[in-house]
C-alpha cells in the first residue's frame, strides 16, 4: 500500500535567528579552520597542504628518480615533472572537492619566486610574472617539488603526524605536514576568513633558525634579543625597510603591525652633468606594469613637474629608468615625490593571526610562534623516535627468532623435512612466537650461509645499541633539545647566507617618510601672461604682455577679453562662479598662447555653476572678501578656498535670486570696507566686523530697500577711498576724509562723494 504522508508533516518549527546563527557559525569555522588561516605548524593552508601531498604521491620529487632505480631501469628519464592538469585532476578528485581554477591558482602562487620567499613547487613553463600576467593553462604547464617541499614533508612515512580520511573516506590525508623547514614564517601568508584576517611577510630561513636556537638554549630569553636575529621581513623582491626599529619591534611583539618598504634605487651619472635613477628592486606584492603606469600618470597629468621619462627596461632583473625633467633637479627630491604618490612605497600589514596545535584562532607575537612550533618539532622527534623503536621491536623480534634458527639448524632442516605441521611443532620445541616461525619458514635457502648468520648477529648487536639511544631520546628533554638544534643546524646549511636562496634581499635601513615637496618647489618660476575671454577661453602666454597691446589680446571672432593680469607658472588660480563655488587652477597647466586657448570648462567641472565672475591669483597667506549681489558676505582665507579638484569647493552659498558678485583679495593693511549699491548709497565700516568664514552666507554687510549690491572694496581709512576717473586721463581721485560715509556694518548709506564713478565701480 502507498504511503500518501504530507511533507509538510516533516517540517519543525525552529526560530529564524537561531537557525540562522546555527548555520552561519558552521560555515565560519569551516571557513577559519579549514581555508583562510594557516597552521601555525607548517604554515599551510588546506589547499597547498593537498596540493603537496598529491604531488608527493605522484613521486614528482625535486631530485627526479632515485640512483637504484635508474640502475634497474636506465630507460627511466631522471626528471620528475608532470603536468600541472595531472595534479589539480588528482588533488580536486582525491582531497580537495573545489573548483580546478582555484587549486591551480594556489598552486602557480607556491611556484612565483616572486610570491614566495622560498617556492615549494619547481614550475617548468609560463607561470606568470612580476608584470601581472597571468600563468598559461594548466595543460601546458609542469611542475615537481622543491627542496624546501621535500623538506617540509620529510619524516611523512615516519609516524610522525596523524593521517585522517579524505572527503570521500577512500583515501588518506596527513592533518599536517611534519618537517623541519619554518614555512608559517619562512614564506609568510594571507587570508581573510570571515570576521577574522591573516597577513605574515615572508622572512629570512637562517634568521629564524638562529632565533629558533637561541629558545631552545634560552626559552626566557627577552623578545629584544630575538629582533637582534630577525630583523624583520625578508621580501622576495627585496627593497628596503625603512621603518623604525622599535616599530619593527613592537609590531613582532604584539603581532599586529605594518611594515613600510620602498624600492631600491640608485643614481647613474649621463655624462654632461646629466643623470637618471634606476629602480632594481620593487616592494613586494607591486604589481611593475601597474607601477610604471603609475609613474607615467604623473607625468601625462603634470602632477610631478621635475620628472620627464620613464622607461622599463626589464629584462630577468628589474631596470626602471627615471629621468629627471633636468640636471639641476635633486635625486632625493624627485624620488621622495614618488616614493609619495606612486607604489615604490607602500605598507605591508603584519596580522600574526594562526591556527595553533589546537586548531584555534589566535594572534601571536615572534616568539609565541617560534615556541608553539618548537613544540610541535619535539612533539614531531618523539613520535619518530617511537615509531623507529616499534620497527626495531619488530626487526630484533624476527632476528631472535632467526638466530635459533641458526643454532638449531640441523633439527629445523629436520622438522620441516619430517612433519606435517612444522610450525607447530617449532613453536613448541623453541619457544617461538608465530610471526618468528612464520618468518623461518619464509626465508630462502642462500641465506642459510654463515655469512649471513653474522650478519644478523651484527645488524642485531647494531638494533639493540640504536633502541637505547632513542629510549634516552624520548626520556630526556635535554636529549631532544641538543637534538633538535642539531637538525636545525643541519638545515641552515641549505639555507645559510652564503648561498643564493638564503642570503637576505630586503635591506633594513631606516629612512624619515616621504617629504611632501610643494608643488612650487618642483615648478620652474617662470612669468605668464594669463587671458580669459569672454566667451570663457583661457590662455597663459609666456612673458609679462603688454595688456593693452592689440597682439597680446587676440580673439576669435566675436568674442573680447574680460580678465588679464599677469602671473608667475608657480601661482594657484581662483576662478570664483556667480553660484558661489570657487575653481582652482595651476598656472602651469593652462594651455599656451600660441591659439585663442581652450574653453575653461574643459578644465573644471562647472557647469550649471552660473557665469565666472573672478579670475585672479591666489597669495600664500592672504585673505579675500567676498560678497553677494544681496549684500551678504564674509572674510575667507586663500587656504581655506583652495580645493585641487576638477569640481572646486562650494563657498559662499548664496539665497536664492542672489548671486556671487564680489571677490576682492584684501590687502595686508587694509583696515575698512566700502560698499556701494545699486541705488548709489555709499557705506564704510571697519574691516574688524567682517567675520572670518570657510563657507556660509556670511552677514548683512548693507541694507537695500530696492536693487542690491554693486560693488565692495577694503582700503585703509587713513589713506583714504580712491577711484578712477573715467577716460583715457588714467587718473584717479581721493577722497581722504570717509568720516561722513563711516556707520555701523547693515547701514544703507548716503550718496557717495562728487565724481564717484556713474556706473558704481570702485
Known sequence: MTDFRDPFDAIKDHPFDDALSERYLVYALSTITARSLPDLRDGLKPVHRRLLWAMRMLR?????????????????NTTSYKKCARVVGDV???????????????????????????????????????????????????????????DLMAGLDEGTVDFRPTYNGEDEEPEVFPGLFPNLLANGASGIAVGMATSIPPHNVAELIDAAGLLIDNPDAEHQELMAIVRGPDFPTGGVLVDNASIISEAYATGRGSF??????????????????????????????????????????KKLPILADVRDESDAEIRIVIEPRARTVDP??????????????????????????????????????LI????????????????????????????????????????????????DEPKTVMIAEFQLTDRQAEAILNMRLRSLRKLEEMELRREHAELLKERDELNKLVDSPTRQRTRLKKDLADLRKRYSPETDMGKRRTLVEEAAPAREIPLEAMIEREPITVVLSERGWIRALTGHRDLASADTLKFKEGDGPMIAFHAQTTDKLLLATSAGRIFTLGADRLPGGRGFGDPVRSLVDMDDQGQIVALLPARRGGELLLAASDGR??????????????????????????????????????????IVGENRKLLVFPLVEMPRMARGQGVQMQRYRDGGLSDAVTFRMADGLSWAMGGDSGRTRTESDMTPWRVARGAAGRMPPVGFPRDNRF
Open 60 to 76: 614528482m620529487e625535486p631530485g627526479g628518480a632515485s640512483p637504484d632505480v635508474l640502475v634497474a631501469n636506465p630507460a627511466r
Open 92 to 150: 580536486i578528485g582525491k582531497y580537495h572537492p573545489h573548483g580546478d581554477s582555484s587549486v591551480y591558482d594556489a598552486m602557480v602562487r607556491l611556484a612565483q619566486d616572486f610570491s614566495l620567499r622560498t617556492p615549494l613547487v619547481d614550475g617548468q613553463g609560463n607561470f606568470g610574472n612580476i608584470d601581472g600576467d597571468n600563468a598559461a593553462a594548466m595543460r601546458y604547464t609542469e611542475a615537481r617539488l622543491t627542496q624546501a617541499a621535500a
Open 260 to 301: 613600510r618598504t620602498r624600492a631600491r634605487w640608485h643614481k647613474e651619472d649621463g655624462g654632461r652633468g646629466t643623470w637618471i635613477a634606476v629602480v632594481t628592486q620593487i616592494p613586494f606584492q607591486v604589481q611593475k606594469s601597474k607601477l610604471i603606469e603609475q609613474i607615467a600618470a604623473l607625468i601625462n597629468d
Open 332 to 369: 632625493d627630491v624627485l624620488m621622495d615625490s614618488l616614493f609619495r604618490l606612486t607604489d615604490l612605497e607602500n605598507r605591508f600589514p603584519l596580522n600574526l593571526n594562526v591556527l595553533d596545535g589546537t586548531r584555534t584562532p589566535r594572534v601571536l607575537g615572534l616568539k609565541p610562534v
Open 372 to 419: 608553539e612550533w618548537l613544540k610541535h618539532q619535539v612533539d614531531v622527534m618523539v613520535r619518530r623516535a617511537r615509531h623507529r623503536l616499534d620497527k626495531i621491536a619488530a626487526r630484533v623480534d624476527l632476528l631472535d627468532g632467526y638466530i635459533i634458527a641458526y643454532l638449531n639448524l640441523d633439527r629445523v632442516i629436520e622438522i620441516i623435512r619430517t612433519e
Open 633 to 674: 558676505g564674509f572674510v575667507a582665507t586663500t587656504a581655506d578656498i583652495i580645493a585641487e579638484t576638477r569640481k572646486g569647493k562650494q563657498v559662499v552659498n548664496v539665497r536664492p535670486g542672489a548671486r556671487l558678485s564680489v571677490v576682492r583679495p584684501i590687502a595686508a593693511d587694509a583696515d575698512s570696507i566700502a
